[in-house]
């Protein structure tokens, strides 16, 4: 549901403008899809917003791969300040470059977003992608493959972009900081991912989403 509490952190005060649990079995109006998934649902029993991507889904611009695809799945408000977004998710993959997390896009030649993605023969990859102009740029670490659940971040300045994770939603790690060629006053659609680039099956759940502005 939407809130308006203010709370104060080391760097601004902000309001939180979305703090959504998936607890009602409905989308809070605020949210939107592009490229709606024909299998989403909220299971009230695990209070989370449940994903299983259609095959052959992606967000990826030209670079490298070969490949230019902007069919992911992507569940958004738009946002026209800064703001800190972040959300949990849990994944079951089954393919390589299965992956969910945080999205946020001006439009299908510049947007961000952050995930960990399925490598069958080695550890998963928690990575970014960062698109400008319209090609795609993929910076990645390890993450253990026995944990099967991550928080996310993403923290808008202007232009500048500050990714980060949590294996308890506490201690944040700095995953990247990115440039996004964008007005700095823009309005940005922030929210929710979710891609199976190689073939369905995959199923992601999200049980939080919040999102603070100044």
Request: charged share 25%; with cysteine.
């Amino acid at each position: 549901m939407a809130a308006c509490r203010v709370w104060h952190n080391s760097q601004a005060i902000l309001r939180t403008i979305l703090d959504e649990h998936f607890e009602s079995g409905r989308l809070p109006l605020e949210l939107t899809w592009l490229n709606e998934p024909a299998h989403w649902r909220i299971d009230r029993t695990s209070k989370a917003l449940v994903i299983e991507p259609e095959a052959e889904t992606d967000f990826w611009r030209k670079t490298h791969h070969g490949f230019d695809a902007d069919s992911g799945h992507f569940l958004y408000m738009p946002v026209a300040a800064d703001f800190v977004m972040h959300a949990g998710v849990s994944f079951r993959p089954v393919h390589q470059y299965d992956q969910a997390g945080l999205m946020v896009r001006v439009n299908a030649d510049c947007w961000i977003k952050t995930s960990v993605e399925y490598e069958p023969d080695g550890p998963p990859k928690l990575g970014a992608v960062v698109t400008n102009r319209g090609y795609s740029d993929w910076s990645v670490q390890d993450f253990d493959p026995a944990s099967s659940h991550i928080w996310l971040r993403i923290a808008r300045s202007g232009s500048d972009f500050t990714l980060e994770h949590s294996r308890t939603g506490g201690d944040w790690s700095l995953l990247r900081v990115s440039h996004l060629d964008v007005d700095l006053q823009a309005s940005i659609d922030c929210g929710l991912y979710a891609c199976s680039p190689k073939g369905a099956g995959f199923r992601a759940a999200f049980d939080l989403l919040r999102i603070d502005a100044p």
